[in-house]
């Protein structure tokens, strides 16, 4: 009968400890999901996971393109390009709109790509004409908005199109029911 005391004794210390341990790995990550150390309970959001960014994320996704897109186009202006490359930059001011128009082109090995800032437009075209000599390049892109400015969607003018020299490169941006806006540059192709 001892042993059976005994015996039931060392049971309950065992079921004890072990209700015991099992309190304070509990008590252990109730802590940690609450600190947001660990994720292992997913509470369900207010959106669904199909829903895509809400207005917030896509507006500050927005905001940062456009801070990338003026931290490298100030980059490109003061540092006049990176190494092996050429660049040319330039603003204008429109005599008769009240749109304004930086132009900045850059080589980079086989490819001159051109830039631009337009303030005071939300929408539009451009068009590009890049000449060297008897050699030219025309390409047409639309008007694309950001908050802080505008620019042409984007053009990229192969070397082999227009030649090595000096090209003249010249952008008119066409706001929607405003006067054209043009700027012309040079700059040194190799």
């Not at 749109?99 to 830039?115: E, F, K, R, Y």
């Not at 303030?119 to 539009?124: A, E, K, R, T």
């Not at 000096?166 to 700027?183: C, L, M, Q, R």
Request: one cysteine or more.
């Amino acid at each position: 009968m001892i042993r059976t005391s005994h015996q039931r004794s060392k049971r309950s210390k065992l079921i004890w400890l072990s209700l015991l341990a099992l309190l304070v790995i509990g008590m252990t990550l109730i802590i940690l999901e609450k600190t947001n150390t660990t994720d292992f309970i997913k509470m369900p959001d207010d959106q669904t996971a199909t829903s895509g960014p809400t207005e917030e994320q896509l507006q500050a996704d927005t905001e940062a393109n456009a801070a990338s897109k003026q931290q490298y186009l100030d980059s490109t202006k003061d540092t006049g390009g990176s190494s092996g490359t050429t660049s040319a930059s330039s603003g204008s001011t429109s005599a008769t709109s009240s749109a304004v128009m930086t132009l900045t082109a850059s080589q980079s090995g086989s490819t001159v790509t051109i830039l631009t800032q337009i303030q005071n437009v939300s929408s539009g075209t451009c068009s590009l004409t890049a000449t060297n000599g008897s050699s030219s390049n025309t390409q047409t892109a639309k008007i694309i908005y950001q908050p802080q400015f505008s620019s042409c969607a984007g053009f990229s003018v192969p070397v082999s199109g227009v030649g090595a020299g000096v090209w003249s490169i010249s952008v008119t941006a066409t706001p929607s029911g405003a006067a054209p806006t043009t700027k012309t540059i040079t700059l040194e192709v190799k």
